[in-house]
């Protein structure tokens, strides 16, 4: 242990014996430093805690410090600006909110109880929220140790207000489970409106619950065979008294020894009522006939089947009884392990003959914790804000697989962590999505295609090298600065090893979740823009040649200003950091400009039959009302590619919504940094200027802080913007936004996706060569 090294060891010994599966002595141990478990736990304002009937979770709300980037336009009145940095870039401290949810076993629970209470600094709290039935049995406990009132919260209400919370705020959150299919877990797109829905919890019951709005919903039935009963009945048959030791040896037996089938009764199927041979007719109904004695496999399968039968059934009569076709299975008896989650899935699919499909929950186990949580912030009222899951510090789902990464699986068994983090701004929909409940931003799911996810990840791990190096020369002035870039380096690569091994750790893998769990890395080891100096250089050089551009192009006619026009936004577009063959040529040619962009440019054939149609549109339609425009990069891409662009629309009376980042992305242009750029070019043009006093043109955040775009998590005030401005037109720029995200994307209203596509595996996969164009217009279907 190093000095001044804080460091918790866990320690839980199980004794086998009798009725264990022959397992005999089983220790484990596990020592971690805990700012990996009870993570900022000096600053924690407000605890709740779930206490089952073998995990706890314990919840708490803390305010994180952490760093991030400033610009500020420098006063350069009076002054000669040529050799001046366009803007100052400070670096600030900042505080935010932060929800901890973290799971281990009750074997825990004093030895965390301690480390909790000796950590605590700065809780304001002198109560904290229990709910789930140990919360009876370790009351005195918890009360002793922490010095805090415990007030105890109805279970049901808890699970209820933590599961509209997941599913408004996470959007990978609800799985259907495939056992046989290649893709184990199928993520489902959130609905813009998650109710009404049915949730069924399985404990040692099971409660059916009709969800219908954030505050109303009622208990519409239940059963007394659940959890406990599979649990009990498993102890009498098979001797065996764990409930994970008794799923194993169901995910190992056969029922059909022990079931008697439907072809056993009648020799095959019954075609009368259309049902097949292989369907159970009696479950255990061998056991009256058959002279031997059955294994533990077979018994422990039978009972799961028929308990898993029962429950689906009556789930699906609920279900239709109110006509509602989403329904969340939870609780106990489910926890992620494939065998449950199979026979029940099994089991909603014949009883609804398809028309309905169990879904999971990735965060269930916390459904409960996170309500109670909720309830104790009632006066807070943290349902007014939105909330991102933070990967940096969550474990994601994992396997219960014995044969996926069982070094990982333990860890996870013994200690699992979420972390979600308050956005500064509420998200919504994009207005003009055609459909927001069947959006998907991500072109390519790398959770089903295995080939592209091998590809991106090395990639990923390939470039974490440069991203670490870059991260430490961004801040030359900081004495740690390369202690943390090899922090974030290992972290980020122990991520990208759990991401092999069960891409589902996180939701649907993608390109986009790639880049955005490297972006959280970065900031959690307060690297928070680490291409600001890059930006603020890139940004100065592009500003000086703006006007000469602009004296081109108003040399050109018309149409062949059009196509200089989009030619120069592509152009633009090369100049992207994030990717590695820009990022190579631009370090060992320092040179390289706009103009040797435009060399590089594959133009044709992807750029000309969408652009006649566009030009086709110019030319015979009416101008557009208002144009949304996301910008990618800074420096040459917008400043000489979308302000040129921009210039020409608002030339043709289009309004137009200019949306950039809210944080540091890559070298992605930011809405500050946007301000300054656009003062600038505004005092070297007088149509800018004019536009900005008429607020004909209006900058705004997108509320992301991500090298792609999701269009279902926008700012309100840009979703308001664009109702108020009556839009008609999207323009989408650059490839992390037109083609890792919304290639596919439907609007209500017309569209411009352009992009270069910088990556030659990539490129080769399209069909094309690296530096090959992507310009897509499209007109919505009328």
């Given at each position: 242990?190093?000095?001044?090294?804080?460091?918790?060891?866990?320690?839980?010994?199980?004794?086998?014996?009798?009725?264990?599966?022959?397992?005999?002595?089983?220790?484990?141990?596990?020592?971690?430093?805990?700012?990996?478990?009870?993570?900022?736990?000096?600053?924690?304002?407000?605890?709740?805690?779930?206490?089952?009937?073998?995990?706890?979770?314990?919840?708490?709300?803390?305010?994180?410090?952490?760093?991030?980037?400033?610009?500020?336009?420098?006063?350069?009145?009076?002054?000669?600006?040529?050799?001046?940095?366009?803007?100052?870039?400070?670096?600030?401290?900042?505080?935010?909110?932060?929800?901890?949810?973290?799971?281990?076993?009750?074997?825990?629970?004093?030895?965390?109880?301690?480390?909790?209470?000796d950590h605590l600094v700065n809780t304001e709290t002198k109560v904290i929220k229990a709910t789930g039935g140990g919360a009876y049995k370790f009351k005195d406990l918890i009360e002793k140790k922490l010095g805090l009132k415990v007030d105890k919260e109805d279970v049901m209400t808890c699970l209820i207000k933590g599961c509209n919370f997941v599913l408004r705020n996470i959007?990978?959150?609800?799985?259907?489970?495939?056992?046989?299919?290649?893709?184990?877990?199928?993520?489902?797109?959130?609905?813009?409106?998650?109710?009404?829905?049915?949730?069924?919890?399985?404990?040692?019951?099971?409660?059916?619950?009709?969800?219908?709005?954030?505050?109303?919903?009622?208990?519409?039935?239940?059963?007394?065979?659940?959890?406990?009963?599979?649990?009990?009945?498993?102890?009498?048959?098979?001797?065996?008294?764990?409930?994970?030791?008794?799923?194993?040896?169901?995910?190992?037996?056969?029922h059909t020894n022990v079931d008697m089938l439907v072809k056993d009764v009648y020799g095959g199927a019954y075609q009368t009522l259309g049902l097949s041979g292989n369907l159970i007719a009696s479950s255990f109904g061998k056991s009256t006939t058959a002279d031997k004695e059955f294994s533990k496999e077979d018994m422990a399968k039978s009972l799961l089947h028929m308990i898993s039968n029962d429950i689906g059934q009556l789930a699906c009569l609920y279900a239709k009884l109110h006509n509602l076709d989403k329904i969340y299975f939870g609780g106990f008896f489910i926890r992620g392990h494939p065998v449950t989650m199979r026979t029940i899935t099994y089991s909603i699919n014949f009883f609804s003959k398809g028309e309905v499909q169990a879904l999971f929950l990735r965060h269930e186990g916390y459904l409960g914790a996170i309500g109670a949580f909720l309830k104790g912030a009632e006066q807070d009222?943290?349902?007014?804000?939105?909330?991102?899951?933070?990967?940096?510090?969550?474990?994601?789902?994992?396997?219960?697989?014995?044969?996926?990464?069982?070094?990982?699986?333990?860890?996870?068994?013994?200690?699992?962590?979420?972390?979600m983090d308050r956005l500064e701004r509420p998200l919504v929909n994009l207005p003009l999505l055609k459909d927001p409940s069947t959006y998907i931003p991500d072109t390519v799911d790398l959770t089903d295609d295995a080939m592209a996810r091998k590809y991106w990840l090395t990639c990923f791990e390939e470039a974490l090298d440069g991203v670490a190096k870059r991260a430490a020369a961004s801040q030359p002035d900081s004495i740690d600065a390369l202690e943390r870039a090899e922090k974030f380096r290992q972290k980020y690569w122990n991520k990208l090893q759990t991401l092999r091994q069960q891409p589902f750790a996180y939701g649907t893998l993608t390109v986009r979740s790639l880049l955005d769990t490297r972006e959280h890395c970065l900031n959690e080891f307060n690297f928070p823009d680490p291409y600001s100096k890059v930006k603020q250089k890139e940004n100065g050089i592009a500003l000086k040649c703006f006007q000469s551009v602009i004296e081109s192009l108003d040399s050109l006619g018309w149409e062949e200003r059009q196509f200089a026009l989009v030619k120069g936004l592509l152009a633009g577009n090369v100049f992207d950091w994030g990717a590695k063959a820009v990022s190579d040529v631009l370090e060992s040619e320092p040179q390289f400009g706009f103009e040797e962009a435009k060399s590089k440019l594959q133009e044709r054939p992807w750029l000309e039959d969408s652009y006649s149609q566009w030009l086709e549109r110019l030319k015979e339609g009416p101008p557009h009302k208002c144009a949304l425009i996301f910008a990618d990069n800074s420096g040459i891409d917008i400043i000489l590619g979308v302000f040129p662009f921009v210039r020409e629309l608002l030339s043709r009376g289009t309004e137009v919504i200019l949306a950039c980042n809210s944080g540091p992305a890559l070298n992605d242009v930011t809405y500050s940094e946007s301000l300054i750029v656009t003062e600038r070019i505004a005092a070297m043009d007088p149509v800018i200027q004019s536009a900005l006093r008429e607020e004909k043109l209006l900058l705004v955040q997108t509320g992301s802080s991500s090298p792609c775009l999701d269009l279902s998590r926008l700012d309100k005030g840009l979703a308001v913007l664009v109702r108020e401005r009556k839009t008609d037109l999207v323009i989408i720029e650059g490839m992390g936004r037109a083609i890792h995200t919304n290639y596919y994307a439907a609007l209500k209203c017309e569209s411009l996706k352009l992009a270069v596509i910088k990556n030659s595996w990539l490129a080769d996969r399209l069909g094309g060569k690296i530096f090959s164009v992507i310009f897509k217009y499209e007109v919505p279907c009328k």
């Amino acid at each position: 242990m190093r000095p001044g090294e804080e460091w918790v060891a866990f320690k839980m010994a199980e004794r086998g014996g009798r009725g264990s599966g022959g397992h005999g002595s089983l220790d484990k141990s596990i020592t971690l430093p805990p700012d990996e478990i009870f993570r900022n736990l000096e600053n924690a304002k407000r605890f709740a805690i779930d206490i089952g009937g073998s995990l706890t979770k314990l919840a708490y709300y803390s305010t994180v410090q952490h760093k991030v980037a400033r610009v500020r336009s420098f006063d350069h009145s009076g002054k000669d600006i040529e050799n001046e940095p366009l803007y100052e870039i400070s670096v600030q401290e900042e505080i935010t909110a932060r929800l901890h949810f973290i799971k281990f076993e009750n074997t825990y629970i004093e030895t965390c109880l301690d480390f909790i209470k000796d950590h605590l600094v700065n809780t304001e709290t002198k109560v904290i929220k229990a709910t789930g039935g140990g919360a009876y049995k370790f009351k005195d406990l918890i009360e002793k140790k922490l010095g805090l009132k415990v007030d105890k919260e109805d279970v049901m209400t808890c699970l209820i207000k933590g599961c509209n919370f997941v599913l408004r705020n996470i959007p990978h959150e609800v799985f259907a489970y495939q056992k046989d299919s290649d893709t184990e877990f199928r993520f489902q797109t959130n609905h813009p409106n998650i109710f009404p829905y049915l949730l069924v919890n399985i404990g040692s019951g099971v409660s059916i619950v009709k969800v219908e709005t954030e505050d109303k919903f009622e208990w519409i039935g239940g059963s007394s065979i659940g959890g406990g009963t599979f649990w009990g009945l498993g102890a009498l048959l098979t001797k065996t008294k764990k409930f994970d030791e008794l799923l194993q040896l169901a995910s190992k037996g056969q029922h059909t020894n022990v079931d008697m089938l439907v072809k056993d009764v009648y020799g095959g199927a019954y075609q009368t009522l259309g049902l097949s041979g292989n369907l159970i007719a009696s479950s255990f109904g061998k056991s009256t006939t058959a002279d031997k004695e059955f294994s533990k496999e077979d018994m422990a399968k039978s009972l799961l089947h028929m308990i898993s039968n029962d429950i689906g059934q009556l789930a699906c009569l609920y279900a239709k009884l109110h006509n509602l076709d989403k329904i969340y299975f939870g609780g106990f008896f489910i926890r992620g392990h494939p065998v449950t989650m199979r026979t029940i899935t099994y089991s909603i699919n014949f009883f609804s003959k398809g028309e309905v499909q169990a879904l999971f929950l990735r965060h269930e186990g916390y459904l409960g914790a996170i309500g109670a949580f909720l309830k104790g912030a009632e006066q807070d009222n943290p349902n007014q804000y939105s909330w991102g899951e933070n990967y940096a510090g969550s474990s994601g789902l994992m396997s219960t697989s014995p044969d996926v990464y069982p070094m990982q699986r333990t860890r996870s068994g013994t200690f699992d962590m979420l972390e979600m983090d308050r956005l500064e701004r509420p998200l919504v929909n994009l207005p003009l999505l055609k459909d927001p409940s069947t959006y998907i931003p991500d072109t390519v799911d790398l959770t089903d295609d295995a080939m592209a996810r091998k590809y991106w990840l090395t990639c990923f791990e390939e470039a974490l090298d440069g991203v670490a190096k870059r991260a430490a020369a961004s801040q030359p002035d900081s004495i740690d600065a390369l202690e943390r870039a090899e922090k974030f380096r290992q972290k980020y690569w122990n991520k990208l090893q759990t991401l092999r091994q069960q891409p589902f750790a996180y939701g649907t893998l993608t390109v986009r979740s790639l880049l955005d769990t490297r972006e959280h890395c970065l900031n959690e080891f307060n690297f928070p823009d680490p291409y600001s100096k890059v930006k603020q250089k890139e940004n100065g050089i592009a500003l000086k040649c703006f006007q000469s551009v602009i004296e081109s192009l108003d040399s050109l006619g018309w149409e062949e200003r059009q196509f200089a026009l989009v030619k120069g936004l592509l152009a633009g577009n090369v100049f992207d950091w994030g990717a590695k063959a820009v990022s190579d040529v631009l370090e060992s040619e320092p040179q390289f400009g706009f103009e040797e962009a435009k060399s590089k440019l594959q133009e044709r054939p992807w750029l000309e039959d969408s652009y006649s149609q566009w030009l086709e549109r110019l030319k015979e339609g009416p101008p557009h009302k208002c144009a949304l425009i996301f910008a990618d990069n800074s420096g040459i891409d917008i400043i000489l590619g979308v302000f040129p662009f921009v210039r020409e629309l608002l030339s043709r009376g289009t309004e137009v919504i200019l949306a950039c980042n809210s944080g540091p992305a890559l070298n992605d242009v930011t809405y500050s940094e946007s301000l300054i750029v656009t003062e600038r070019i505004a005092a070297m043009d007088p149509v800018i200027q004019s536009a900005l006093r008429e607020e004909k043109l209006l900058l705004v955040q997108t509320g992301s802080s991500s090298p792609c775009l999701d269009l279902s998590r926008l700012d309100k005030g840009l979703a308001v913007l664009v109702r108020e401005r009556k839009t008609d037109l999207v323009i989408i720029e650059g490839m992390g936004r037109a083609i890792h995200t919304n290639y596919y994307a439907a609007l209500k209203c017309e569209s411009l996706k352009l992009a270069v596509i910088k990556n030659s595996w990539l490129a080769d996969r399209l069909g094309g060569k690296i530096f090959s164009v992507i310009f897509k217009y499209e007109v919505p279907c009328k």
